[in-house]
T-cell receptor, first 116, second 115 residues
Framework: DTGVSQDPRHKITKRGQNVTFRCDPI?????LYWYRQTLGQGPEFLTY????????KSRLLSDRFSAERPKGSFSTLEIQRTEQGDSAMYLC??????????????FGEGSWLTVV | AQSVTQLGSHVSVSEGALVLLRCNYS??????LFWYVQYPNQGLQLLLK??????LVKGINGFEAEFKKSETSFHLTKPSAHMSDAAEYFC?????????????FGKGTMLLVSP
């Protein structure tokens, strides 16, 4: 059973460029989450998918952030017109069912973004 | 709103000593609580979780945590620290909203283990 896979693991980009991160969840998991983690902080929830439906996107940090999960399998997180404040680790996670029902969220290794 | 507070951003112990990492929660409903560990430049790995069954929860790598409702606490312990335990530890609480649930994390506690 492979875990949550994220690509790329590291990305350095110039301010103003667009970046896209990909997440492949555990194969049978229909719930997918994106979090952001900055240095010295815990992960911060960004958005949530159940299958292909994005059920929560109000926590995305600005309209420069968008996420998709077109076929209910992999997901992408795009940041347009990057700013230095976007530098962080972006974590993807997946679960088989609701956390509130006792299910576990499994995290990927994260994608580090550095905006210069 | 549900939240967790981790007391102490850094905890230092000697190898073989007791590890105690503190987490207090705030929740208007019975909470589900989690401890995750993060090694440098890696994602988060689940150590253990409390889902309203036994109040003493045993996890991986010899860690355990006890849910104490009267103290609104879920502290993480390990009887004897190993060098390999050096990492950052996050406490998290399940938060439900509009038909879905996610995790809210504390700020983390860095565990330093000295020989």
């Amino acid at each position: 059973d492979t875990g949550v896979s994220q690509d790329p693991r590291h990305k350095i980009t110039k301010r103003g460029q667009n970046v896209t991160f990909r997440c492949d969840p555990i194969s049978e998991h229909n719930r997918l989450y994106w979090y952001r983690q900055t240095l010295g902080q815990g992960p911060e929830f960004l958005t949530y998918f159940q299958n292909e439906a994005q059920l929560e996107k109000s926590r995305l940090l600005s309209d420069r952030f968008s996420a998709e999960r077109p076929k209910g399998s992999f997901s992408t997180l795009e940041i347009q017109r990057t700013e230095q404040g976007d530098s962080a680790m972006y974590l993807c996670a997946s679960s088989l069912g609701q956390i509130s029902s006792g299910n576990t969220i499994y995290f990927g290794e994260g994608s580090w973004l550095t905006v210069v | 709103a549900q939240s967790v507070t981790q007391l102490g951003s850094h905890v230092s112990v000697s190898e073989g000593a007791l590890v105690l990492l503190r987490c207090n929660y705030s929740s208007s409903v019975p909470p589900y609580l989690f401890w995750y560990v993060q090694y440098p430049n890696q994602g988060l790995q689940l150590l253990l979780k409390y889902t309203s069954a036994a109040t003493l929860v045993k996890g991986i790598n010899g860690f355990e945590a006890e849910f104490k409702k009267s103290e609104t606490s879920f502290h993480l312990t390990k009887p004897s620290a190993h060098m390999s335990d050096a990492a950052e530890y996050f406490c998290a609480v399940s938060v439900s909203s509009s038909g879905y649930s996610t995790l809210t994390f504390g700020k983390g506690t860095m565990l330093l283990v000295s020989p």
